[in-house]
C-alpha cells in the first residue's frame, strides 16, 4: 500500500540526471530552465490532453501528446521523457499494460497514472505495474503539476544524501539534528519527517496530499485540512525567530520551502 | 400442463431415480446372495439326514444278512417294501436277477458309482407318468448280493421348488416396488426442483421479490431452499442499495450542482467584472471541489459494501495506527479547543484494509472535533483501540451535544444529517462510511451515550486478530531513530 515504498525501489534505477547539489538555493535563478521537463501525456481524451500540454507549457515544461497506448509506447519506449503521464483507460492498449511494457524492456521514466478508478485497491494495481505515483481524475491541476515536478526532478536514490541545506537551514539525516544558522531547533518526530520531506523537495511546491500520502503513508481523505496546522507549527519552529521566512504557503496549492524572493 | 406419461418420463429420467434404482438393484444382489445361502444350507441339511437314515437301514439288513443269510435278507427286504413309505429297495442275486425289493432295477444313475446318488424312478402306485426324486445308496454284502437302500425325496424337492417360487415372486414384487418407489421419490424431488427453477426464472425476468417456498422442516431441500432465499435477500438488499445510491446521487448531487451553477452565474451577472469573475470562479471550483468529495465518498461506500476489495488486507497494530491518526488530528483538535486523550492498547495486531480503518478514525475524530463545538468548550475527545471481548474496538467519544437514542439508527445511514447538524460543513456520509469500513471486516457500529455527548465504537470481526497477538507489552514508543 506504501507508494513510498514502491518510488524509493523505482528511484534506484534512475540515471543521475542531476547532481546532488542541484537542490541548494543558490541554483534558484537558474532553476527554471534547467528543470524544464519533457513530458508525455498519453490521454484519450483530446480535451484533457490539449488543457494539460497548454499548461505545462506554461509552467516551462514541454509535453507531447499521444491519442492511444500503442502510440504512447512506441514514443515513450526511446526514453528521452523526463515523466509520462499515464491514463489507465486508453484505446488500444490499455494504461497499465503500456507500463509493464515499458517497465519490460528496462524502460524506467518516472510515471503518474491517471484515473477515474481511484479507490484502494486501483491505486495498489497501478504502482505494482509500474507506476510512480497515482492521481485520481478528478484532480486538481496544481496538484497534477506539483506531482510531475516531483516525479522529473528526482535525484538519485535517497540514502546517498545525508544534508539537506535551504538557506542557513540545514537537516542532517545522519545525526537527525536540524539548526538553523547554527542554532539547534527541536523537532518531534513527525515535524521532523514534515521538514525532510519539505527539504528533499526544496524549490518545489508540495501538495497537502503528498504530505499526507509520504510523511504519514495515508491514502485517504482527512476530511479537513489537518496538514495545515502540522505545517504552521512547524513554521513556528523554523522561521519564527528569524528575519527571512523559508517555509512558503502557496495558495491553491500547497507549500514549498526556498530561500529566495516570496 | 404435462401430460402424466411425460411426467413419469421426466421422473425416471432424473438422477434421483437412477440412484434409487441403482439401490433398489443392490439391494436384491444382496438378498439372492442371503436367499441362495440359506437354501442351499437348507437343501444340505436334509440331504444329509437321509443320507444318515440310508446308512442305517444298511447297517440293519447288514446284520440280517451276516444273521439270516440271503433268505432272511430277502425276508425282510420284501417287509419293508410292503410298508407305505418313502423306503426304496432293491436286492438281486450276482447274476442281477431280482429278489426282493420296491424298485424294479438298478438306476441308470447309479449302475457306475459305488458311493450311490440322486436318481429319479417312476413309483409303482403313481401313475401320473411324473418321476420322482430319489436319493439311493448300495450296500456291500459280499460277492452273490446286490443290496441298493433308498429314499424318495419329492417332498423336499417340492419344497425347495414352492420356496424358489416364493422367492422369485419376492424378488419381483420387491423390485417393482422399489422402481415405483423410486419414481415417487424423484417425482416429489422434481415437484421441489421445479418450484425452485420457476422462482429463479420469474427471478432472472426482474421479480426479486420471488423467494423459494420452504416446507418448514428440517430436510436439504429446505436447507437448500434457505440459503437460496438467504442469498436472494442479500441480492435484493444490494440492489436496492444500488437504488438508493442513485436516488441519493439523484437527491444530494443536484442540491449542490444546481448552487454550484447559480454561483456561475451570479459572478456572471456582477457588475464588478474581473475581480468578480474571479471570486466566482474560485467558489465554483471550491464547490465541484466539495461535489468531488460527496461523490468519492458515495462511490466508496457502494464499492465497501459491493463485497471484499481485493488482496489489500495488510496486518498492522491497531493500536498504534489508531494512535498515529489521532496524532494527526492532535493540533486540529487543540486549535478548535478541545483535548484528543489517545488511549490505544498497544499489541492488538490485526490483519485489516489499512486505510479504510484510517478513513474510519479520521472520520470520526473529525465528526467528533465538528460537533464537540456544540457541547461544553474545552472538553475531552476520548479516542481509544482496544480489545473488547476478543474483538478489535475502535472507540471516540465527545461531550458534544450527542445524538437522541432514537435517531442513533438512522444517523448511520447515507445522507442522514440531523437536525442539529445541518449547519456543520461536511457531506453527511462519514458514519455511513464508518459502518460500511466496519462490514467489510465483518463487524459493526454502536452509538452509545458518553454521558453527554456521543461515543460511537467500531467492532471488527475476530478473525480480523491476528492469533497470539497478545505480546506487545513493555513496547516503548519509538521516537525520531524510528524513521
Known amino acids: 500500500m506504501t507508494s513510498s515504498g514502491s518510488s524509493v525501489n523505482q528511484t534506484a534505477g534512475l540515471p543521475r540526471r542531476f547532481a546532488a547539489g542541484q537542490l541548494k538555493p543558490d541554483s534558484a535563478e537558474t532553476q527554471d530552465q534547467k528543470n524544464a521537463m519533457r513530458v508525455l501525456v498519453i490521454e484519450d481524451d483530446k480535451e484533457t490532453a490539449l488543457f494539460l500540454q497548454k499548461s505545462l507549457k506554461e509552467n516551462g515544461h514541454t509535453a507531447d501528446l499521444a491519442g492511444d497506448g500503442e502510440a504512447g509506447f512506441a514514443l515513450a519506449s526511446d526514453g528521452a521523457y523526463d515523466v509520462l ?118 524549490g518545489q511546491v508540495v501538495t497537502r496530499t503528498m504530505l499526507l500520502e509520504h510523511v504519514w503513508d495515508y491514502h485517504f481523505d482527512p476530511q479537513t485540512n489537518v496538514i495545515d496546522v502540522h505545517v504552521s507549527r512547524l513554521r513556528a519552529k523554523i522561521d519564527k525567530n528569524f528575519d527571512k521566512p523559508l517555509l512558503h504557503t502557496v495558495r491553491g496549492a500547497g507549500y514549498t520551502i526556498r530561500d529566495g524572493p516570496t | 400442463m404435462t401430460a402424466p406419461l411425460e411426467r413419469v418420463a421426466k421422473a425416471a429420467s432424473t438422477t434421483v431415480f437412477g440412484l434409487s434404482a441403482a439401490a433398489v438393484a443392490f439391494f436384491l444382489f444382496a438378498a439372492a446372495i442371503v436367499v441362495g445361502f440359506l437354501f442351499w444350507q437348507t437343501n444340505n441339511l436334509l440331504t444329509h439326514q437321509v443320507l444318515g437314515v440310508l446308512n442305517a437301514e444298511a447297517r440293519i439288513l447288514a446284520s440280517e444278512m451276516s444273521v439270516g443269510g440271503r433268505a432272511k435278507l430277502a425276508e425282510t427286504v420284501g417287509a419293508m417294501s410292503r410298508l407305505q413309505g418313502a423306503g426304496l429297495y432293491y436286492l438281486a442275486d450276482d447274476h ?18 459305488p458311493h450311490g446318488g440322486v436318481f429319479s424312478y417312476q413309483p409303482a402306485g403313481d401313475n401320473s407318468g411324473a418321476a420322482h426324486l430319489a436319493v439311493a445308496i448300495p450296500v456291500d454284502l459280499g460277492a452273490d448280493v446286490r443290496l441298493i437302500v433308498g429314499r424318495d425325496i419329492e417332498d423336499q424337492r417340492t419344497f425347495a421348488d414352492s420356496i424358489r417360487l416364493a422367492f422369485l415372486l419376492g ?42 417456498p420452504t416446507s418448514g422442516g428440517n430436510g436439504e431441500l429446505d436447507a437448500l431452499a434457505q440459503n437460496l432465499n438467504e442469498m436472494l435477500d442479500r441480492i435484493e438488499g444490494l440492489m436496492s442499495g444500488l437504488r438508493e445510491v442513485s436516488d441519493n446521487i439523484a437527491h444530494d448531487l443536484k442540491t449542490p450542482l444546481n448552487r454550484l451553477r447559480n454561483a456561475a452565474e451570479a459572478a456572471l451577472r456582477d457588475p464588478r467584472g474581473g475581480d468578480a469573475y474571479r471570486e466566482g470562479l474560485e467558489r465554483t471550483i471550491e464547490k465541484s471541489d466539495e461535489l468531488i468529495k460527496t461523490f468519492n465518498a458515495l ?79 474545552g472538553s475531552a475527545i476520548t479516542v481509544r483501540a482496544y480489545r473488547e471481548g476478543g474483538q478489535p474496538a475502535i472507540s471516540v467519544g465527545d461531550h458534544g451535544p450527542g445524538i437522541a437514542e ?29 459502518a460500511a469500513v466496519a462490514r467489510l471486516h465483518h463487524g459493526e457500529v454502536r452509538l452509545e451515550d458518553n454521558q453527554p455527548g456521543l461515543k460511537v465504537v467500531v467492532l471488527l470481526s475476530r478473525t480480523c486478530l491476528i492469533a497470539g497477538s497478545d505480546a506487545g507489552e513493555g513496547d516503548v514508543r519509538a521516537g525520531i531513530a524510528a524513521q
Open chain 2, 96 to 113: 442281477g436277477v431280482k429278489i426282493a425289493g420296491n424298485l424294479n432295477r438298478v438306476p441308470p444313475e447309479l449302475t457306475d458309482d
Open chain 1, 85 to 202: 503521464i499515464v491514463d489507465r483507460m486508453l484505446p488500444r492498449l490499455d494504461g497499465l499494460s503500456v507500463i509493464k511494457s515499458l517497465r519490460a524492456e528496462g524502460n524506467r521514466t518516472p510515471v503518474l497514472i491517471l484515473s477515474a478508478l481511484g479507490e484502494v485497491d486501483d491505486r495498489v494495481k497501478g504502482l505494482r505495474a509500474g507506476g510512480d505515483d497515482y492521481l485520481t481524475k478528478p484532480y486538481a491541476y496544481s496538484e497534477l503539476l506539483a506531482r510531475v515536478e516531483a516525479l522529473g526532478r528526482r535525484t538519485a536514490p535517497e540514502e546517498q544524501q545525508t544534508r539537506y541545506t535551504v538557506g542557513d537551514l540545514v537537516l542532517d539525516r545522519l545525526s537527525h539534528r536540524v539548526t538553523r544558522s547554527g542554532e539547534h531547533i527541536l523537532l518531534q518526530p513527525r515535524e521532523y519527517r514534515l521538514l525532510e520531506y519539505l527539504m528533499q523537495h526544496a
Open chain 2, 171 to 212: 424378488f419381483g414384487i420387491l423390485s417393482i416396488a422399489g422402481l415405483l418407489g423410486g419414481l415417487a421419490v424423484s417425482r416429489l424431488i422434481l415437484n421441489r426442483m421445479d418450484a425452485i427453477t420457476a422462482t429463479s426464472r420469474s427471478i432472472m425476468q426482474g421479480d426479486l421479490s420471488q423467494r423459494i
Open chain 2, 299 to 377: 462511490l466508496l461506500i457502494a464499492r465497501l459494501e459491493a463485497g471484499p476489495l481485493e488482496d489489500s488486507v495488510e496486518a498492522f497494530d491497531l493500536g498504534r495506527f489508531v494512535e498515529d491518526v489521532a496524532e494527526l488530528y492532535t493540533p486540529a483538535a487543540e486549535e478548535a479547543g478541545f483535548a484528543l486523550a489517545i488511549e490505544a492498547e498497544h499489541g492488538v495486531l490485526i490483519r485489516a484494509n489499512r486505510q479504510l480503518i484510517g478513513q474510519a478514525v479520521a472520520n470520526l475524530i473529525d465528526n467528533a472535533i465538528k460537533y464537540s463545538r456544540g457541547g461544553e468548550p
Open chain 2, 406 to 434: 432514537g435517531d442513533r439508527e438512522r444517523a448511520l445511514k447515507r445522507f442522514i444529517r440531523l437536525e442539529a447538524s445541518r449547519t456543520q460543513p461536511g457531506t453527511g456520509l462519514g458514519l455511513s462510511l464508518v
